[in-house]
């Protein structure tokens, strides 16, 4: 009887990790709002890390949180550190690429709780007589990260802080 149990629990354990190998090798996750403002008010909230830590869901997450700042104050090359609680984690967010008014790029390094390097990008597309803002990460998920994703599903864990943003982000630039 052990061993019919232990039999099946093996082939248990062996049918997910061999499912986990068919998931996907890459994760997107994207959010959009429009903003009743013009894509020249919104970039610069965006372009400069000191002024999108103000609207950033993960920076309120963590009254506590350190930032250390370095490189130009905007545009290509602006980075921060962050060092947070649990919720918030430890890494290094650096703009890769900027193209007024429309496109800000970066690179997000996470070192705890998980290691991750991940692409973000922000674009900013003329809706009528306002915004729609994009927020979107991308990135590799290695074969560990595919048996963590069967259980925790980053569009879910992201995508509502990327949706928490975007209305903080529409409160700073419609003045609300």
């Not at 068919?22 to 009743?36: G, L, N, Y």
């Amino acid at each position: 009887m052990l061993k019919t149990i232990l039999a099946i629990v093996a082939l248990a354990i062996a049918a997910v990790l061999l499912f986990a190998t068919t998931q996907p090798d890459t994760f997107r996750v994207a959010r959009s709002a429009r903003i009743a403002a013009a894509p020249d008010k919104i970039f610069p909230l965006i372009n400069d890390l000191h002024a999108s830590n103000r609207w950033s869901p993960f920076v309120r997450k963590d009254p506590q949180i350190k930032l250390d700042y370095s490189g130009p104050a905007q545009g290509v090359g602006a980075a921060c550190t962050f060092d947070g609680n649990r919720e918030v984690g430890k890494g290094h967010l650096e703009i890769t690429e900027s193209s007024a008014p429309r496109l800000v790029a970066m690179r997000l390094r996470m070192l705890e709780p998980i290691a991750t390097d991940n692409r973000v990008r922000f674009t900013l597309e003329p809706d009528g007589n306002a915004t729609r803002v994009t927020w979107a990460m991308e990135g590799d998920v290695p074969y560990v990260g595919k048996l963590i994703h069967l259980v925790l599903n980053m569009d879910r864990m992201v995508g509502g802080e990327f949706e928490s943003g975007l209305a903080n982000l529409r409160a700073m630039a419609e003045g609300v």
